[in-house]
């Protein structure tokens, strides 16, 4: 019996010897499997929604119209004249899946240029502050690369110019915000925002479960938090 419990007492002192905290990291492991996990995270991310039915196909990023010209959407769809309407979400939709992969460059991109107090400080925060440190430092290059493209998508749409005119007269009645008074540029928002919901679930999945990680390092990292 007691040969069973000092068995007992060294497992148990080995599996603790052998238990990892973020402590323990090397500064170059810390940043390293970070990095790795991150880049994951995001080229997972793009990969999702950069392709047919990426966001309309999925509820959480789907693009329809935004506010009271939603409402007014969904009452038209109701009277039976929606195809206009519809065309003009499938074409929000597709604007954003032939974006999305302009951003897979930017994100490693800024990746590589995380610094080791950027890494240590977003491993001891919570479950999305990678995805926060992501939006705050590529967003606005990802906005400029997905402008363009989806603005060549919207204006084959007719229906893209009554948006604007529309949505333009609501802004300035305050029914819609400013960012959604012209279609380029709200469907760049939503596009970004789906963008980066999706990058943060990606995130969380690997907080959550670090051995859902890619690399072997990344994979130590996470499971020290």
């Given amino acids: 019996m007691l040969r069973l419990t000092t068995l007992a007492a060294g497992l148990l002192l080995s599996a603790g010897a052998f238990a990892l905290s973020l402590a323990d990291l090397t500064q170059s492991d810390a940043s390293g499997g970070l990095k ?4 994951q995270g995001a080229q997972i991310a793009v990969k999702q929604l950069g392709k047919p039915g990426g966001f309309s196909d999925n ?3 789907r693009i329809e119209l935004p506010g009271k010209l939603g409402k007014a959407a969904q009452t038209m769809k109701m009277m039976g004249m929606g195809e206009q309407v519809e065309e003009l979400e499938a074409s929000m939709n ?3 899946e032939a974006a999305v992969p302009q951003a897979q460059a930017i994100l490693v991109d800024a990746v590589k240029k995380m610094t080791v107090s950027d890494a240590k400080a977003i491993l001891a925060g919570g479950e999305d502050s990678a995805t926060q440190y992501l ?3 590529s967003r606005e290059q990802i906005r400029a690369k997905f402008l363009p493209i989806v603005k060549q998508a919207t204006d084959k749409v007719g229906v893209a110019q009554q948006y604007n005119s529309f949505a333009g007269q609501a802004a300035a009645l305050g029914v819609v915000d400013a960012k959604s008074a ?3 540029n709200y469907v760049t928002e939503k596009a ?3 963008l980066f919901k999706m990058i943060a679930e990606q995130e969380a999945s690997i907080r959550q479960n670090p051995a ?3 690399t072997s390092l990344a994979k130590k990292v996470f499971g020290a938090l």
């Avoid at 790795?36 to 880049?39: I, P």
């Fill in 135 to 137: 939006n705050k430092s």
């Fill in 94 to 96: 597709k604007a954003a």
């Fill in 212 to 214: 859902g990680a890619a």
């Fill in 36 to 39: 790795d996990a991150l880049t």
């Fill in 59 to 61: 509820d959480e990023v």
């Fill in 182 to 184: 012209n279609v380029e």
């Fill in 192 to 194: 970004l925002d789906g």
